[in-house]
């Protein structure tokens, strides 16, 4: 791949290296560590839904039933229903479908509340599987059935167990590869896609946009329950009973993977040790003495309830814990050594905010350092670090719920079904609101729905694209007339 | 025709695009959410047009002078946007600079400029050949092939994959030349891209005559190589008349 960077640039960029030349080398990895998995996941939709249509004819032929699930319990959508007919039906299957998304989300909160952690912990291993194997199972068989594929039953049960069983074992066990759990946490989400995107189209439109109004105030209101849960998780110290990818740096991706394992290899207490050294640039002692005490307070936690609470701390124990903290600040802060410490890089963002926001987002991945400070800044919050559900800067980066996950695939899935065309704008459509939602999560430092913006900008798109742009699009280039 | 037809189509159209997105886009996260901006604005742009000339659509086949109204529309507009795009970089390298400042990094040099330029214009280029070549592809992918009545030697979609070839290339590197054109306030270098796209469209409308294609095409193929030249030509200039960012580069990882 050198040569290719030789070629269209006179000037080859020996930037890619460990010293970084300038600004352009690492910034913005935060946000693409969010996107890309989004887009894969959204790809991976499209491409099973393109694969699954059934061949040579369009919805006459989609003869298979709708799968009666929790969203058509009330109006099952048929082609030869007027539009009227089909709004209402939708609109009374959202309203049920978002009144069982609410009443399970409040269960679980209250579960979550008097701490029935273990419950909680085992039904999502439970759903896991469930997921997994049977709606997992049946996506194969389709596949299987669809490339004309013989596998025979046994093996085929065998793989499927054995996969469904690791995947079980990675949502909450701390000793599996961060890489393995965020693949199947989107594998999970095409699943659930794949599957969702099987209702009826109006049904399909009206839930999305319900969701997205409801996790609107889910996670805005005060007494929203995905608010409730964050907090009550934030005010426990720990990690969110829910499925939630984490886009902690892996080791896989693109040009940084040298840097952090360098950094990770070198010093694992680095995040206790820093603040006393590197610190008092702009904060006084007490502010590192607070700095001390929470990482001191991380250690505890991570020797304490490693094993059953902390869902994901990373493969080694509590010495990797704080190398995990470690890593992320040279990725945090592009370019910078690894050896500022939390407050410096504190002070990076509280300078960042001073201006127009639109670069905050690609510098603003808080560590747990400046979570304690940042505190201080803000009295009147109830919640004691950067966080949120949906979307939340941490130690381990930005965490993004499962369900923005599903919702986006479906929305592009549905797309899939009508054109090309529309997935593009869709797919763009989408990234596009990610990339605003990470912006406002950069400015308010609290949790942010991340379905609303995309959402709306998707639908938008999707029938401005259907109803404006292909027809021109095809007029015009069916004469090969281009610009 | 199958799979692999529509496999080939799409590598014509879109091949170099991956390969520069591999090769130099995809290392530097920031590219990549320049690339994406720069799809989404021509995106816009191209909704917007279609909102426009929704109204008169579809043409009545024959007459050419609406579509040589429609390409000439769409042309300006799409320069137009190409400002409005030059007008938020110019923002964004200041954010970026004064954000160099504070973590006391080099401002960003030449060959970041440029490859910022690059970044834009794959997104447009990408964008065009996305929804006017690949949008289009998907029945490239079953077992029929199609053909234009006034272009019955090539498959539609053979014409359209090179087509979209030329205008990557074109928007790519003209894009380069414009921002640094932009940058410098060189006259020459401003104009040039302007020039070519509506060249390049223009040279599309010779689709309209029947076997028009074989002689189109071609021709913007070569449009898209005298952008290319241009913009080597232009870029060694600059190099040649600015070498500070490698000295730099140069003395940092001394």
């Known amino acids: 791949m050198d040569p290719a960077v030789g070629s269209p640039d006179p000037a080859p960029a020996p930037g890619a290296t460990s010293t970084a030349a300038t600004v352009l080398d690492s910034l913005g990895a935060e946000v693409l560590a969010v996107m890309s998995p989004v887009s894969i996941c959204m790809a991976l939709v499209v491409l099973l839904i393109s694969l699954l249509a059934p061949p040579s004819s369009s919805g006459a032929a989609a003869a298979a039933p709708p799968p009666v699930t929790a969203a058509t319990l ?21 309203a049920v479908f978002v009144a ?88 999970l989400a095409v699943i659930v896609a794949g599957w969702l995107s099987r209702l009826p189209e109006w049904t399909t439109w009206i839930m999305l946009i319900a969701l997205a ?33 984490e886009s902690r740096p892996t080791v896989g991706p693109a040009s940084g993977s040298s840097s952090y394992s360098s950094a990770m290899g070198s010093v694992e207490m680095q995040p ?48 990797f814990q704080l190398g995990n903290l470690d890593r992320e600040v040279p990725m945090a802060v592009p370019g910078q050594s690894s050896n500022h410490g939390g407050n410096s890089q504190h002070a990076v963002i509280q300078i960042e905010q001073h201006e127009e926001g639109e670069t905050a987002p690609l510098v603003s991945a808080s560590s747990a350092n400046n979570a304690v400070p940042n505190e201080e800044h803000r009295q009147s919050s109830s919640s004691d670090s950067p966080l949120e559900f949906e979307m939340f800067e941490s130690t381990r980066g930005i965490k993004l719920g499962l369900g923005d996950f599903i919702f986006y695939s479906v929305l592009v899935g549905r797309a899939a079904m009508y054109d090309l065309m529309t997935v593009y704008a869709c797919y763009l459509a989408i990234i596009a609101g990610l990339g605003c939602t990470l912006i406002l999560l950069s400015i308010c430092k609290h949790a942010l729905p991340a379905l609303p913006i995309s959402i709306m900008l998707g639908v938008t798109f999707y029938f401005l694209t259907r109803l404006l742009m292909e027809p021109f699009v095809v007029g015009s280039s069916t004469n090969l007339v281009m610009f | 025709m199958t799979v692999v037809a529509g496999l080939g189509y799409a590598l014509i159209a879109l091949g170099p695009a ?10 530097k996260p920031f590219l ?15 909704i917007i047009l279609s909102g426009i000339w929704r109204v008169f659509l579809p043409i009545r086949s024959g007459a050419w002078w609406p579509y040589a109204i429609l390409t000439l529309t769409s042309v300006a507009f799409q320069e137009g946007i190409r400002l409005v795009f030059w007008r938020l970089y110019k923002k964004m390298e200041e954010m970026l600079d004064s954000f160099a400042d504070t973590i006391s990094k080099p401002r960003l040099c030449l060959t970041d400029k440029m490859l910022i330029s690059l970044a834009g214009g794959l997104g447009h280029g990408v964008a065009h050949a996305v929804f006017f070549c690949l949008s289009l592809l998907t029945p490239a992918f079953g077992r029929a092939t199609f053909y234009v009545e006034r272009c019955s ?84 200039a600059v190099e040649k008349s600015s070498n500070q960012c490698i000295m730099l580069e140069q003395l940092d990882s001394e």
């Open chain 1, 100 to 187: 069982l998304v609410a009443v399970v989300t409040f269960v679980l909160v209250a579960l979550y509340y008097y701490r029935c952690t273990g419950f909680l912990k085992n039904y999502m291993r439970f759903s896991a599987f469930f997921v997994l194997f049977s709606m997992g199972g049946a996506i194969a068989a389709a596949v299987l059935r669809r490339l004309a594929a013989p596998l025979d039953a046994a093996t085929a049960l065998v793989l499927l167990f054995n996969a469904s069983a690791v995947g079980v074992l990675s949502v909450f066990a701390s000793a599996v590869p961060i890489i393995v759990r965020q693949g199947y946490m989107v594998a």
């Open chain 2, 18 to 27: 991956f390969s520069l997105f591999a090769g130099v886009v995809a290392r």
């Open chain 2, 32 to 46: 990549v959410l320049t690339l994406l901006t720069s799809t989404l604005f021509w995106l816009i742009s191209l």
């Open chain 2, 153 to 236: 030697r090539m498959p539609f979609f053979l014409v359209s994959a090179i087509i979209s070839l030329g205008f990557l290339v074109i928007h790519t590197f003209s894009m380069i030349v414009a921002f640094n054109g932009y940058d410098e306030r060189k006259r020459s270098d401003q104009v040039f891209a302007p020039i070519v796209h509506l060249i390049a469209s223009v040279m599309t409308l010779i689709n309209l005559a029947p076997d028009g294609c074989v002689i189109g095409t071609p021709l913007l193929c070569v449009m898209g190589a005298v952008t290319l030249q241009y913009c080597w030509r232009m870029s060694n």
């Open chain 1, 272 to 319: 206790v040790a820093d603040p006393g050294r590197s610190g008092g640039n702009q904060y006084d002692r007490v502010e590192q003495e607070d700095d001390l005490s929470h990482a001191v307070v991380e250690m505890r936690d991570v020797g304490g309830n490693w094993s059953g609470i902390r869902e994901s701390s990373s493969p080694g124990g509590s010495m």
């Open chain 1, 74 to 94: 009330v109006y099952l959508e048929s082609p030869t229903d007027t539009p009227g007919q089909k709004l209402v039906g939708a609109l009374l299957d959202a």
């Open chain 1, 213 to 245: 109004l409801y996790d609107l105030v889910a996670v805005l209101a005060p007494r929203g329950p995905l608010r409730m849960l964050v907090e009550l998780a934030s005010s426990r110290d720990d990690e969110l009973p829910a499925l939630v990818y």
